[in-house]
């Protein structure tokens, strides 16, 4: 097996205590202003990026290939371990093993596979379903075959089960996914702190709590989440929808013949995209 240092990263991570703060990104340049904030690591958001990628919503529209490609762009511009939005596994057991595989590849540190029926959707919206039990264990059956046969890469088991099925069956299907081996459990949308500390009190191992700001979940403090249990403390949409509203509001004031009067600096903008180690790069070769 070839070993992956963003794989190390992320379980030197998990392995100490305390939680994991994980602003979520959508693309290289989101990556890196996380990591340049100091942050340990971060995941590639599915919704994200469907919704800058494609201008669509997380509905299963966007495939495998759009998902691997900017996971790639990602994975590259930053050092610290990422997590990837593997949806489903894009189709059965055996594509499953081709998406770990993939991720892998790719440079993400963890990989999410989930029991959604496809096309799958937000956690947080309407129309979501979860596949029998027995497909789901599938799926996570041959994601941590694929690990454990060569990709080292860790394996996070998302369950959607709460919403149709209640949080008894979420945390069953939680539980069989530890057992199997499971690097990361990921009980989606519980509804209350109640039901949060459930889940981490029932399900053993590593958890993540997923934070959607007007979601289900009920966004707890840092500390609370800690005491709770949880390891990473998700934030899917916060940069997204940060960024939309500032967008927003920038062509608001341009569309009344403004002009917006809260940028960045120009200098501090082109020292974050990279301009400076460019500019270093440049003279060294010059100077040769």
Do not use: W
């Not at 289900?216 to 940060?242: C, V």
């Amino acid at each position: 097996m070839k070993r992956n240092e963003s794989a190390d990263s992320l379980r030197k991570l998990l392995a100490s205590p305390g939680l994991n703060v994980m602003p979520c990104c959508f693309d290289a340049l989101s990556a890196k202003m996380i990591a340049q904030a100091g942050f340990p690591l971060t995941f590639m958001s599915g919704f994200a990026v469907s919704a800058a990628r494609l201008g669509e919503p997380d509905t299963g529209l966007i495939s495998y290939g759009e998902m691997i490609d900017q996971g790639r762009n990602i994975c590259a511009a930053v050092d610290v371990p990422v997590i990837g939005d593997g949806d489903t596994g894009y189709g059965n057991p055996v594509n499953v093993r081709r998406t770990v595989q993939g991720y892998a590849a790719a440079g993400f540190a963890s990989v999410m596979i989930e029991d959604q029926i496809a096309p799958k959707r937000c956690g947080h919206t309407r129309g979501k379903a979860v596949v029998g039990r027995d497909e789901a264990f599938s799926r996570i059956r041959a994601a941590i075959d694929a690990r454990n046969e060569g990709q080292d890469i860790l394996i996070l088991a998302r369950t959607d089960a709460r919403h149709d099925h209640g949080l008894d069956e979420a945390i069953t299907r939680a539980q069989q996914f530890a057992e199997m081996g499971a690097d990361i459990l990921f009980v989606e949308a519980p509804h209350s702190e109640a039901e949060m500390r459930r889940v981490c009190e029932e399900v053993p191992g590593i958890k993540m709590a997923n934070l959607v700001e007007g979601g289900d979940t009920p966004i707890l403090s840092h500390q609370l989440l800690e005491e709770i249990g949880y390891s990473i403390a998700a934030y899917p949409l916060t940069l997204l929808n940060s960024a939309m509203l500032a967008m927003q509001k920038a062509l608001a004031t341009m569309k009344h013949g403004g002009h917006p009067d809260r940028l960045m600096d120009f200098a501090e903008l082109r020292k974050i995209v990279g301009f400076e180690d460019y500019y270093e790069l440049e003279q060294r070769y010059r100077d040769k």
